[in-house]
Nanobody, 123 residues
Framework: VHLVESGGGLVQPGGSLRLSCAADRFSFSNYQMGWFRQAPGKVREFVAARSRGSGLTKYADSVKGRFTISRDNAKSTLYLQMNSLNPEDTAVYYC?????????????????WGQGTQVTVSS
């Protein structure tokens, strides 16, 4: 299993970024997918999750209404559209995959992880 995030970078407060997570070497469409993040000095936290087929989504309260998780099974790619970014969103963002049913929020439910992409929100 191979997950590779991209799309991170430096953005000003109020700006937007779209993260991508390209997956290969496994049946992407059979896995629930999620995004997590880890800010400096903090534990990794759940951001968003999307089920494999039904389109069910789940968001952390801190990003609800600003972030959108989506997936393109034909391209084996997961996305995270991030709008209205603020400095508190600064973190390394990770995508993860789990074969377990539903929109999982716990790190321990996920079997596979990418290497992460840095998002910095600063003026």
């Amino acid at each position: 299993v191979h997950l590779v995030e991209s799309g991170g970078g430096l953005v000003q407060p109020g700006g937007s970024l779209r993260l991508s997570c390209a997956a290969d070497r496994f049946s992407f469409s059979n896995y629930q997918m999620g995004w997590f993040r880890q800010a400096p000095g903090k534990v990794r936290e759940f951001v968003a999750a999307r089920s494999r087929g039904s389109g069910l989504t789940k968001y952390a309260d801190s990003v609800k209404g600003r972030f959108t998780i989506s997936r393109d099974n034909a391209k084996s790619t997961l996305y995270l559209q991030m709008n209205s970014l603020n400095p508190e969103d600064t973190a390394v963002y990770y995508c993860a995959a789990t074969p377990l049913f539903g929109t999982r929020q716990s790190e321990s439910d996920y079997s596979y992880w990418g290497q992460g992409t840095q998002v910095t929100v600063s003026s």
